[in-house]
């Protein structure tokens, strides 16, 4: 049985543990996140894919099959249509402006000094 685990730190710094347990023989899942079983499938001898939140943000627990061999992994989905993901967003496109506005700054000051020196 193939048994993993993850560790997700939000943003105040709370631990949340995700495991996975996995047999090959049977097919057999079992997902978890801290105390709580999220889910129980079966006969999964193939790649899959499983989804859920922990908090507001949207986690991902990949089994992926190659080579007559499982790898596993969890991963933060950044790019679907979640609250989180629209205020990331916001945030994003703002320090991009904010980035923007400060290298014109600075490439309007070397151009006065440099300018202003000839």
Not at 83 to 92: E, L, S, T
Not at 107 to 118: H, R, T
Request: proline residues 1%; contains cysteine; charged residues 25%.
């Amino acid at each position: 049985m193939n048994c993993f685990y993850w560790t997700y730190i939000g943003d105040r710094n709370e631990k949340t543990q995700v495991g996975l347990y996995h047999s090959k023989e049977s097919g057999n899942v079992m997902l978890y996140c801290g105390q709580k079983i999220l889910l129980i499938d079966f006969y999964v001898f193939k790649s899959k894919k499983y989804s859920f939140f922990i908090g507001d943000e949207l986690c991902e627990v990949n089994i992926e099959k190659k080579n007559n061999c499982f790898y596993y992994g969890m991963e933060i989905n950044t790019k679907a249509d979640t609250p989180r993901n629209r205020a990331r967003k916001i945030i994003d496109r703002k320090d991009m402006v904010e980035s923007l506005v400060m290298m014109g700054i600075f490439i309007g000051a070397i151009a006065i000094v440099f300018y202003g020196l000839i």
